[in-house]
């Protein structure tokens, strides 16, 4: 299990990789019983259970309702690998020339909930709908696809237009596959988006199981081939306050948790009967930049800032309680990505004489202490999350900072849903605080992209040219800094395409370099994933509890039980 020590060495840059997932003894062996139903908390919902599209939402859809509901072709697993789901024979076979093509061979055992079998028809449906219909939460990879062949039911072969080296995150990930016998010819979204009866996992929906901005439950699939739940049901009340999620834990109302990375959630610590567990994860907290906006639009001003900030005193003031001896995170991707986290800005210290010397390079000069141009005395609107305690602590340490070296800054706490959903995505911004998976701040149906699926070192999605939201692109794109430059396009570009793990780590290492140099964001700190779970009360086969960086920590329920 992986524990603080891990925790500060993902945060600090340390040299060996915290792995994303862990398991956690439950205190025992007990004889597993059947039956019995349970409440745990989920601390958001989807916007739409129609995956694909752009009102799914929240991460909660995929932690709670899809990873249970939705067949995959591969699971990403607890060793930080992806590996066949039991709807596959074994490995699929990838040929890469003349070009990519990948063949699933699929169990014969696999059906869905109305005991239809589950096919190569579903592959190919399931990618032209995402391919090419409208409204679709994000195409990446499968817009690569060129063709599905599934002329064989059970053998779908995969041909790509081009390499994708994040093959197996496709026709499972945040989206799963769709029933093709059920929707081909019908309004997907219509049938899917408040729920839908079906399902190609252990569990589906309870009839009526989604009542909004309260509860989410969940029944065993009685078709399920697999590993069926030992549960009878599961209930996620949904709470937005994390103070009364941590006191329906206390009183026993919820058994289990996944409480946000704040300093409030150490007081799941110290309930008798419970498993506290942290790993290092994927998303982190970063100082975004309007690259297009005034006055960060020059890159000078961008790193004038980054010098010009103690991040130590800062993540340790506010993340500290939780994570004894956190420290700053020194990359754009975390240290679960090893051996692709490089420590690029490492270089970034407070250094008041390198931000003095940046600054008058880029024409400002300090009169009273505040740095002005043209009359001007330098202004930043740094935007924040009403939402989140957290980041509202580290915008006023930011704000304190950088008023004390010269900049003129203002704080403006806005709703996830104008902030997240509409300032950030339309450009309506200069800075704004927030973690870089969007998705588990989003509050409303609004377009997500690719977001952090697993531990691929991707990210043209986040800072490629082509990724800026346009017109073009229906607004949709998650390059919100709104950063152009070439040399970044093509290293993440390439970084894509290749599947030498060779190369990919030199393109990785390059775009890296290349925004440390051009500061789009400012990274503070990789945020922990925490797993709490009653264990005077539950248990799970095999005697762990796991965390999963991808579904997370309630993607293996059909294993849970009551003691």
Not at 23 to 45: D, F, H, K, L, M
Not at 185 to 213: C, F, H, Q, T, V
Not at 367 to 389: E, F, H, M
Not at 406 to 415: H, K, W, Y
Request: aromatic residues 10%.
């Amino acid at each position: 299990m992986a524990l603080l020590a891990l925790i500060g060495s993902a945060c600090s840059g340390g040299s060996s990789k915290p792995p994303p997932t862990s398991t956690a003894p439950t205190g025992g062996s007990q004889t597993i019983t059947e039956g019995g139903n349970i409440t745990v908390a989920a601390e958001g919902e989807p916007g739409c259970m129609d995956w694909i599209s752009t009102c799914a939402g929240s991460t909660w859809g995929v932690w709670t309702i899809e990873t249970n509901t939705m067949p995959r072709a591969y699971d990403f697993t607890s060793d930080d690998d992806y590996k066949p789901s039991i709807l596959l024979t074994g490995q699929a076979s990838v040929s890469t020339s003349p070009v990519q093509v990948v063949t699933y061979r699929l169990n014969a055992r696999a059906v869905w909930s109305d005991g239809q079998p589950i096919t190569s028809a579903d592959f190919q449906y399931t990618w032209d709908q995402i391919a090419h219909g409208p409204d679709i939460q994000d195409r990446a990879g499968y817009d690569d696809i060129i063709a599905v062949d599934d002329s064989d039911p059970e053998i779908a072969v995969v041909t790509f237009s081009q390499p994708f080296a994040d093959w197996r995150e496709l026709f499972g990930g945040p989206y799963g596959l769709l029933p093709s016998h059920i929707l081909e010819g019908e309004d997907r979204d219509a049938m899917m988006k408040n729920g839908y009866s079906w399902s190609g996992g252990p569990w589906e929906l309870a009839p009526g199981g989604w009542i909004k901005g309260q509860s989410i439950t969940l029944i065993p699939n009685p078709d399920y081939w697999g590993k069926r739940p030992d549960l009878a049901r599961v209930t996620f009340d949904i709470f937005s306050n994390p103070a009364a999620e941590l006191q329906a834990y206390s009183e026993g109302q919820v058994l289990a948790a996944y409480p946000t990375a704040e300093a409030t959630s150490a007081g799941y610590r110290d309930i008798p009967g419970t498993l506290f567990s942290e790993v290092g994860g994927l998303d982190y907290d970063a100082l975004w930049f309007n690259t297009a906006a005034q006055p960060v639009s020059a890159a000078a001003v961008r790193q004038a800032v980054a010098y010009s900030l103690n991040r130590s005193a800062i993540v340790r003031q506010v993340l500290g309680p939780l994570v004894p001896g956190v420290g700053p995170l020194q990359s754009l991707l975390t240290a679960a990505y090893l051996p692709f986290y490089q420590g690029a800005f490492a270089r970034y210290r407070s250094n008041p004489t390198t931000a003095a010397q940046l600054m008058r390079s880029a024409g400002w000069s300090k009169v009273k202490g505040v740095w002005t141009k043209g009359g001007q005395p330098i202004a930043i609107d740094l935007k924040v999350s009403t939402a989140s305690v957290r980041d509202q602590e580290m915008a006023q340490l930011i704000q304190t900072e950088l008023q004390t070296a010269g900049f003129l800054v203002t704080v403006e706490a806005e709703p996830p849903a104008q902030l997240l959903g509409k300032d950030v995505p339309g450009g309506d911004f200069v800075a704004a605080l927030y973690p870089v998976d969007l998705r588990q701040q989003l509050a409303g149906p609004v377009p997500l992209g690719e977001g952090i699926n697993d531990d691929d070192p991707g990210q043209c999605w986040l800072f490629c040219s082509a990724s800026i939201p346009t017109t073009l692109n229906n607004m949709t794109g998650n390059n919100y800094d709104r950063l152009s430059n070439p040399t970044l396009d093509q290293y993440l570009t390439d970084l894509d395409v290749n599947i030498d793990d060779n190369e990919r780590l030199t393109d990785s290492t390059q775009a890296q370099k290349v925004l440390a140099n051009l500061v789009p964001a400012i990274p503070l700190v990789a945020l922990p994933d925490i797993v709490v779970v009653n264990t005077d009360k539950l248990a799970v086969e095999g005697g762990t509890f796991q965390h999963n960086l991808t579904y997370g920590p309630y993607s293996d329920l059909n294993d849970w039980y009551l003691k």
